[in-house]
């Protein structure tokens, strides 16, 4: 399985962006799809998941409401709209992808793509 992240740039606060994530491959295991990320001196932390399934979603708190996940129809790529950005969303994104192991914000995810850059000016 491959993961392909893009989208991210330089944005000023209050601004939107969508990141798009591509996923490739041996695909067939692969039932939820997540966002990461990480800041400098940071951990890698939990911001949205996806179920292709059932189509249910988890979020981050300090997302939610500003963030969406979304998947195409085709369940070849995820998106993360963000609105709203602040300088706490400056990180690296990484997606994620993997079979539903328990709760979408509390599993292992099994495969990751490379990040991209999502820097916040204020």
């Known amino acids: 399985v491959q993961l392909q992240a893009s989208g991210g740039g330089l944005v000023q606060a209050g601004a939107s962006l969508r990141l798009s994530c591509a996923i490739s491959?041996?695909?067939?295991?692969?039932?939820?799809m997540a966002w990461f990320r990480q800041a400098p001196g940071n951990e890698r932390e939990f911001v949205a998941a996806l179920s292709w399934t059932g189509g249910s979603t988890s979020y981050a708190d300090s997302v939610k409401g500003r963030f969406t996940i979304s998947r195409d129809a085709w369940r070849v790529t995820v998106y993360l709209q963000m609105n709203i950005l602040e300088s706490e969303d400056a990180a690296v994104y990484y997606c994620?992808?993997?079979?539903?192991?328990?709760?979408?914000?509390?599993?292992?995810?099994?495969?990751w793509g490379q990040g991209t850059q999502v820097t916040v000016s204020s």
């Open positions: 994620s992808a993997g079979p539903i192991t328990g709760l979408l914000s509390n599993m292992t995810w099994r495969y």
């Open positions: 491959g041996s695909t067939f295991s692969s039932t939820a």
